[in-house]
Nanobody, 123 residues
């Protein structure tokens, strides 16, 4: 019904930049909160940043001032611009979206996750 497709992960040197994208497609009525989470090896998945439908943003303390989340509602896409990357930013980054879908004639609000994209920060 709904798919989230991420792109943009890569190997980058410390101090470098990357831009992640996540596009939602399917039987979408509206998209509420969108966000990015990450999971490093041996660690729990953690919140990186979220953005509401009204463009209210929230960031983890560890990325404030370095990462910027944004969204393009016309394209059902959320972005994460990551600057001044550090080795500790290495993780699989997952896109999340709180989406209201249409099922027959009814609306249903559900959570969706992308498949993940690898970000590696290393010299």
């Amino acid at each position: 019904q709904v798919q989230l497709v991420e792109s943009g992960g890569d190997l980058v040197q410390p101090g470098g930049s990357l831009r992640l994208s996540c596009a939602a497609s399917g039987s979408i009525f509206s998209i509420n909160v969108m966000g990015w989470y990450r999971q490093a090896p041996g660690k729990q998945r953690e919140l990186v940043a979220t953005i509401s439908s009204g463009d209210y943003t929230n960031y983890a303390d560890s990325v404030k001032g370095r990462f910027t989340i944004s969204r393009d509602n016309a394209k059902n896409t959320v972005y994460l611009q990551m600057n001044s990357l550090k080795p500790e930013d290495t993780a699989v980054y997952y896109c999340h979206a709180d989406i209201t879908i249409v099922v027959l004639t009814a609306r249903s609000r559900r959570n969706y996750w992308g498949q993940g994209t690898q970000v590696t920060v290393s010299s």
